[in-house]
């Protein structure tokens, strides 16, 4: 390392998060493509080709790129914009609803993950790992859609009063791990894992059995939320344009985030525990205090993205909410560490990644190239953004200001 | 009984006193759960009926045993009393040995107490007869799976390395393996690549945890969820459009000659598929070699003290990475079994299985003879969530299934009172 403070461009190319977070990114999809290249029979066969013919090399990279591209351009269009509807809707001023649709899709999406992944954000922040987020987050939804469906209030009641039973289903499923962990050193990884499991099934027997399930209805479906307690829309609901109050809560959420983790006692001393557990006990923070009130939070963040998102864009449960390709709770995982638990970081995370599932739904449809590659890139993305040492080796890096993510908790307890 | 005493501060306790009062509770709770609920539930005329001879027959049926016929209400009464003794005698004597296994024969009397119930005659359920041989029987390709597992993860965290990628070794191996079997018939082949698959998995979490000392939790969850994405894509994208690949084959049994006649036990474990047979090697292997064998110390050493164990020549990161590797490759048979159990490739069909296993080898204390009796334990249970709806019990699905999951919570609760992890589990090793 020089004496000389290095220049601008020399710090952009040094491991500091935001590099390795914009080429963790790169990685990510560059592993995407070499899965499309490697499930693709086009592909496979054009280069077995390349002898075959003079041009066949370029044929080959051709198709290659052709199919990646195609992927990669249904993601975008569908998620971010689609230039020809866009163009269309510019110069004709009409069809703004198609041209917005995509956008509307990624935040309507984002809502929920924003404010799920500032819970974990939190956790991860305090060295705790909570991957029972969605669990929680299916818990909410269960406990906001009974009050929401089965109880009548005016509006002004219902509503907050909704999302309140959210939170508190949450914070109470968050508390089990937090408790079991402070009281007799259970691994929160193991029983958040399992508590997952558990709402699964909880999910289904609710939906299966008589105050929740829709009257009349013998399959997993659940009654739906009544008007006055639903998160309404920006938009009229006539078109297709689905995006609700439920991105603002979470621009709200990311406001506490920071607030909590920068100006409060309680998150100073969440922080502290999680850089040094031992200093932190030995200036009297009490540990097992402290993991009670992680998960009581994070949980009840948790919570509150399960009822946003029942009650902003589906309005009911079926017995797939929020477990989709790998569950809510696991993206929001890749979120705050691709954030590296900066609640603005974690915001902007959590808008790319919802545009990669929004996008991924489109590619799928228009390519038959399975949802799951979404996943797939995110898995990579974190695995990189874990690793900082590793993407700082690939790009030949300076030295910088990253450093491995490491939890806290290490064996498996008392 | 030696004349020798040793001072009471000396003894020591398996399970802290507190928390063998909190186990003999439960144990009078099971108790009283049986009397009231099993016993009293069952009319005082109602008869069960207990079967050893298994229904499916096809490898040959043991020399037969005829049908035990039992009052309901009795048996079930002296079942509860019996716990009920277990469970007092553990609270008053507090034991400083063999808790868990006063708990484990409450268990059980607490099962055979629910199968009397739910088989009663005049019941609710369809059939008033259980088969004891069936219920083991099945049980047992769970309980296989299991223990390929929590071997698995003894491999690794024996040597210092957190594996939570298990359930990811399951699915990578179970995806080469249905394609290999279904492709060769052979599952002997099928073992191989299940193994190769597993390896190369296991050398992913290797590497990105010794060679760049990333979280192993972190790298072993997301091995696992881009592992399960992965076999979804290929799945949807290769194994539905080429469906000879996935064709379900399973293994045929392999019967022991005359060990497989005996009741009960000749069919529970003389006449199974080969991977069971490969099941008794491993875990007589493993025990044997970790604990009796100069590469187990080296292994043990690296897992409590790795900078001690470099400073007497051993290659830390050498045997870590073996060990890792190892470990992989036998969670990708592990994998395969679970194929050859399931038949064909579903995705995300272990359903978590990997992370049972994990709780297994904890509740086994990182023994592999302790993980083989937790693995029975778990197994027993997740086959009760499923076998226990075809007797029209009053509990819903559902409920049912969570069962293995809330039981696993339970396990890590420390209901199993003190477990200690080699030292270093997870720690990374940094040379100085």
């Not at chain 1, 929680?136 to 469906?149: D, E, N, R, V």
């Not at chain 2, 069960?48 to 005829?66: E, H, K, R, V």
């Not at chain 2, 005659?121 to 083991?136: A, E, Q, R, V």
Request: net charge positive.
């Amino acid at each position: 390392m020089s004496e000389n403070k290095p220049s601008i461009w020399q710090r952009y190319l040094s491991a500091n998060p935001v590099t390795i977070s914009f080429l963790a990114i790169l990685l990510g999809f560059i592993v995407g493509a070499g899965v499309i290249i490697f499930s693709s029979a086009d592909v496979l066969h054009a280069w077995s080709q390349i002898f075959n013919s003079p041009g066949g090399i370029l044929h080959a990279l051709k198709v290659t790129f052709d199919n990646v591209g195609a992927a990669y351009r249904a993601m975008f269009t569908g998620s971010v914009i689609d230039p020809t509807t866009f163009w269309h809707a510019l110069s004709t001023g009409s069809g703004w609803d198609a041209a917005l649709t995509p956008l509307s899709e990624t935040l309507t999406y984002a809502a929920p993950l924003v404010i799920i992944s500032i819970g974990v954000a939190i956790s991860f922040e305090t060295g705790l790992f909570n991957i029972g987020a969605n669990g929680q987050a299916i818990l909410g939804g269960i406990a906001g859609t009974a009050f929401g469906s089965m109880i009548h209030l005016p509006m002004f009641l219902h509503l907050p009063l909704t999302l309140l039973c959210g939170i508190a289903a949450g914070a109470f499923f968050g508390l089990i791990p937090g408790v079991l962990k402070a009281l007799t050193g259970a691994h929160e990884v193991i029983v958040t894992l399992m508590l997952n499991y558990v709402v699964a099934f909880f999910l289904l027997y609710s939906l299966l059995s008589t105050p929740l399930q829709l009257p009349g209805q013998a399959n997993d479906l659940s009654r739906v939320i009544l008007p006055s307690a639903q998160l309404p829309t920006f938009f009229n609901t006539a078109t297709t344009l689905r995006v609700n109050w439920g991105i603002v809560i979470a621009i709200g959420v990311v406001a506490f985030g920071w607030w909590f983790l920068n100006r409060s006692t309680m998150g100073f001393d969440f922080r502290v525990t999680g850089a040094n557990p031992n200093a932190a006990r030995a200036s009297g923070i009490n540990p097992k205090k402290i993991i009670i009130y992680v998960f009581l939070i994070s949980g009840g963040l948790a919570g509150l993205a399960g009822v946003v998102q029942v009650d902003g864009t589906t309005h009911s449960l079926d017995g797939g909410f929020l477990i989709g390709s790998a569950g809510i709770g696991f993206t929001a995982i890749t979120v705050s560490l691709l954030g590296r638990n900066k609640p603005i970081n974690v915001f902007w995370g959590a808008i790319l990644f919802s545009a990669l599932g929004v996008g991924g739904r489109i590619m799928q449809a228009e390519t038959g190239i399975p949802l799951d590659l979404a996943t797939i890139i995110q898995s990579a993305v974190v695995l990189f953004v874990a690793t900082p040492v590793m993407v700082q080796e690939i790009f030949r890096l300076r030295e910088g200001t990253v450093h491995t993510i490491q939890l806290n908790t290490k064996g498996w307890g008392s | 009984m030696t004349t020798v005493t040793t001072p009471v501060n000396v003894i020591r306790r398996d399970t802290p006193v507190g928390r063998t009062r909190v186990i003999g509770g439960i144990m009078i709770a099971m108790a009283l759960f049986i009397m009231w609920v099993f016993a009293f539930g069952a009319s005082s005329k109602a008869t069960s009926i207990i079967t050893f001879n298994p229904l499916n027959t096809s490898g040959g049926a043991p020399w037969t045993l005829g049908n035990l016929t039992v009052p309901s209400r009795l048996s079930d009464v002296v079942l509860a009393l019996i716990a009920l003794g277990t469970g007092i005698e553990t609270i008053v004597r507090i034991p400083a040995k063999r808790v868990m296994a006063r708990f484990g024969f409450v268990s059980v009397l607490f099962l055979l107490g629910l199968f009397v119930w739910t088989v009663r005659s005049g019941g609710p359920s369809p059939t008033n007869f259980i088969d004891l041989t069936d219920i083991l029987v099945n049980a047992s390709g769970i309980t296989m799976v299991l223990i390929y597992g929590s071997m698995a993860g003894i491999m690794c965290e024996r040597a210092g390395v957190v594996n939570i990628a298990i359930e990811g070794q399951f699915l990578g191996g179970a995806f080469v393996g249905a394609i290999v079997a279904s492709a060769t018939n052979s599952f002997v082949f099928a073992t191989f690549a299940g193994a190769i698959v597993g390896a190369l998995l296991g050398w992913v979490l290797a590497f990105f945890a010794i060679r760049y000392r990333s979280d192993q939790v972190i790298v072993g969850v997301v091995l696992v969820t881009m592992i399960g994405s992965l076999t979804n894509f290929l799945n949807l994208t290769f194994l539905t459009p080429y469906q000879q690949f996935n064709t379900g084959v399973t293994p045929n049994s392999i019967p022991i000659p005359l060990l497989d006649k005996i009741p009960i036990i000749g069919p529970l474990l003389f006449n199974q598929n080969m991977f069971f047979y490969l099941m008794y090697l491993l875990v007589g292997a493993m025990s044997f070699g970790l604990f009796k064998t100069k590469w187990g110390l080296r292994v043990r050493a690296v897992g409590e003290h790795p900078q001690a164990a470099a400073s007497v020549g051993i290659r830390v990161k050498g045997v870590r990475y073996f060990n890792t590797i190892l470990g992989g490759a036998i969670g990708g048979v592990g994998g395969v079994a679970f194929i050859a159990l399931h038949g064909q490739f579903n995705p995300g069909f272990t359903s978590g299985l990997g992370y049972i296993a994990l709780a297994a080898l904890i509740f086994g204390r990182w023994r592999p003879a302790g993980a083989v009796v937790a693995s029975i334990i778990f197994g027993l249970t997740s086959m009760l969530a499923s076998g226990l709806q075809s007797f029209n019990v009053p509990v819903s699905s559902e409920i049912l299934g969570m069962f293995p999951y809330i039981i696993t919570i339970a396990v890590v609760s420390g209901l199993i009172g003190r477990v200690r992890a080699p030292a270093a589990d997870g720690i990374p090793y940094k040379q100085d």
